[in-house]
């Protein structure tokens, strides 16, 4: 992929995509091709289809997706299934069809079985059922991973996957109620600092153990991987390290300097006890983040105080 290679960011005005375009550009990557959902709905196939015909891309990052938290997933199942289907069934074929060179597609931790080995290895794809309350969402990934399986045995198409651990920093979503952990932490403990109140309250115990990796590591990972892997099987992509949630309160209340005592509501459920990624495959091909936890937070903040 040259400077002035021709590169579709489909997404680009999500977390994920917005970070890829800020990386392409510090890094000299100029020709960019971007679509908002308003200028071009990716499930509609001619549509996409006469989008590769006229404007030939020749690179891909299939960042779009229709995304949210386990209530949005649960509740909306069949959207999550079809509107994720079609977009990367759509963007695939007509990638291919108009000749593009290379693709990377983005999947998500989530496909791997609930009851997986931890850490969770690429291997263990398929190899056992998953998380119910988001199986439409992570079924629809791994649609997309076998996609281009399919089409790199098929056809030789040199279409890769990326499978990020959990996300968060700049363009994140901060929900009282849609959003993830880290965001969702952030906004409670910002607007308990400003209600001067004397505790904040955590579900559960507090023992689970995350990974969190700041959104613009995914993104040097993301082009690293399009600059450097040619092979037919997907990539994990996270930092090794993990926290416990409790550990994490307690970081995120120091970013935000709130005063008060934090406690944990041990009635309300934990979740999985354990998620960690094995991501020595990227490591193995001289990538790491570089981003620590801490200073990720701080700029998450930042950010989220700014909107």
Request: contains cysteine; proline residues 4%; charged residues 15%.
């Given at each position: 992929m040259e400077?002035?290679?021709?590169?579709?960011?489909?997404?680009?005005?999500?977390?994920?995509?917005?970070?890829?375009?800020?990386?392409?550009k510090e890094n000299g990557f100029n020709n960019l091709l971007l679509r908002t959902s308003q200028e071009m709905d990716l499930r509609n196939q001619t549509v996409v289809n006469n989008f590769f015909e006229k404007e030939r891309p020749e690179f891909v990052f299939l960042a779009a997706?229709?995304?949210?938290?386990?209530?949005?997933?649960?509740?909306y199942r069949a959207e999550f299934?079809?509107?994720?289907?079609?977009?990367?069934?759509?963007?695939?074929?007509?990638?291919?069809?108009?000749?593009?060179?290379?693709?990377?597609?983005?999947?998500?931790?989530?496909?791997?079985?609930?009851?997986?080995?931890?850490?969770l290895k690429e291997e263990y794809l398929l190899k056992g059922l998953l998380e119910p309350t988001n199986e439409?969402?992570?079924?629809?990934?791994?649609a997309?991973?076998?996609?281009?399986?399919?089409?790199?045995?098929?056809?030789?198409?040199?279409?890769?996957?990326?499978?990020?651990?959990?996300?968060?920093?700049?363009?994140?979503?901060?929900?009282?109620?849609?959003?993830?952990?880290i965001p969702g932490l952030l906004r409670k403990f910002h607007?308990?600092?400003?209600?001067?109140k004397l505790s904040v309250q955590i579900w559960g115990t507090g023992t689970p153990l995350r990974e969190f990796m700041y959104v613009d590591d995914l993104a040097d990972a993301?082009?690293?991987?399009?600059?450097?892997?040619?092979?037919?099987?997907f990539v994990n992509v996270g930092t090794g390290e993990e926290v416990s949630i409790k550990d994490?309160?307690?970081?995120?209340?120091?970013?935000?300097?709130?005063?008060?005592?934090?406690?944990?509501?041990?009635?309300?459920?934990?979740?999985?006890?354990?998620?960690?990624?094995?991501?020595?495959?990227?490591?193995?091909?001289?990538?790491?983040?570089?981003?620590n936890l801490k200073e990720g937070l701080q700029k998450a903040y930042t950010y989220f105080t700014k909107q």
């Open positions: 400077n002035s290679s021709l590169i579709y960011i489909a997404g680009h005005k999500g977390m994920v995509g917005s970070a890829i375009v800020r990386k392409l997706a229709k995304v949210g938290g386990i209530v949005a997933n649960n509740t299934l079809y509107d994720n289907l079609m977009i990367e069934s759509n963007i695939i074929q007509a990638a291919y069809h108009s000749g593009v060179k290379k693709l990377l597609f983005l999947g998500s931790s989530c496909i791997y079985p609930k009851l997986a080995p931890q850490p439409p969402y992570a079924i629809a990934k791994i997309g991973i076998k996609l281009c399986e399919a089409y790199w045995d098929q056809y030789g198409c040199n279409f890769i996957s990326a499978m990020p651990t959990n996300l968060y920093g700049q363009g994140d979503n901060y929900h009282p109620q849609n959003s993830h952990v607007e308990a600092k400003n209600e001067n993301c082009l690293h991987l399009m600059l450097h892997y040619n092979e037919r099987l994490l309160a307690l970081l995120i209340g120091n970013v935000v300097n709130f005063k008060g005592a934090i406690e944990f509501d041990t009635t309300k459920p934990d979740g999985t006890p354990r998620k960690l990624m094995d991501s020595s495959r990227i490591h193995s091909l001289g990538w790491k983040h570089k981003m």
